[in-house]
């Protein structure tokens, strides 16, 4: 009776022995789920990591696209830009060839102004000149009207003479008889108003 007791003691019984590795199996079982759990969990939160981060490769592409939108027109008005500056640099280039060339002329139109100027000075001073010759000469004349007999006179002296015409054959009788009655001699005297030369012309007139 003793020695079934001592075998029981010193090795387990298989019923034990199967118990005892289902649970190890059981334990194992859960252990595997709980490392599943977990993994499932970090897959789970990987996989919210990756959408978000997809979500933001998304967001960011489409701001990389907006930039790059943004690039071109920047690019375009770039060009454009640079062209207008290009006509830009070619206008002031014609202007500044314009400015030269209207220089130029401002140049010759001042030495042509210069010697009209000149000339002018010159023409003024022979204008003076000539001013000063029509002013002698007109002094010239009116000293020479001055002496000059006027109307009256001229008539007075037509007068004068048509006298002395019309009483040239009286003087000459006269002349004659006082030859006649000096004997043939002239005397040469001073005629007065009585004698009778102007008697002479008295009867003439």
Known sequence: MAQPKQEKQQGPKPAQ?????????????NEAKGVILQLSGRVKTDAEKIRTQQQTIVSQSATIAQHD?????QE???AAAVDEVTALQARVRE????????????NRQG???????????????????HKAQ???????????RAQMPTADDAAALASMAALLTKAAPAIEKAKRAAT???GGAPQMRIAGRDDAGEDAVAEAA
């Open 111 to 129: 030495e042509k102004i210069q010697s009209l100027v000149a000339a002018n000075g010159e023409l003024e001073a022979r204008l003076a000149e």
């Open 76 to 78: 375009v008005a770039i």
């Open 134 to 144: 029509i002013a002698q000469v007109s002094r010239e004349r009116d000293e020479l």
């Open 180 to 182: 006649t009655t000096t």
């Open 17 to 29: 022995a199967a118990a005892s590795a289902e649970m190890s199996f059981a334990q194992a079982l």
């Open 69 to 73: 939108m943004r690039i071109e027109q």
């Open 95 to 106: 202007a500044d060839a314009a400015r030269e060339h209207a220089e130029a002329i401002l």
